[in-house]
């Protein structure tokens, strides 16, 4: 039996995330999020942002019609940052 669900790619949203955050940084990055280090942003899918209880955080996405390749993309997380 399959689960009835959402169907396509994961909506992604786009949180700022502070230096000082080792941690939090550590753990999206942990399930999968990705550093756009031009926007200074983390992008990652809102059911992870919900997760760790940032949801509230979220803000647009920069050229969101990009964002899938960014995030399905090889690892950008610059020194620092992961």
Do not use: N
Not at 59 to 69: E, I, S
């Amino acid at each position: 039996m399959v689960a009835a669900g959402r169907v396509g790619p994961p909506v992604l949203v786009g949180v700022r995330v502070e230096y000082r955050e080792e941690e939090l940084r550590r753990r999206i990055k942990a399930g999968g999020g990705r550093w756009l280090p031009g926007q200074r942003l983390w992008v990652l899918p809102l059911t992870l942002a919900r997760k760790l209880d940032i949801a509230q955080r979220a803000v647009a996405v920069p050229d969101a019609a990009d964002a899938p390749q960014v995030y399905s993309g090889s690892d950008s997380t610059p020194k620092g940052q992961g």
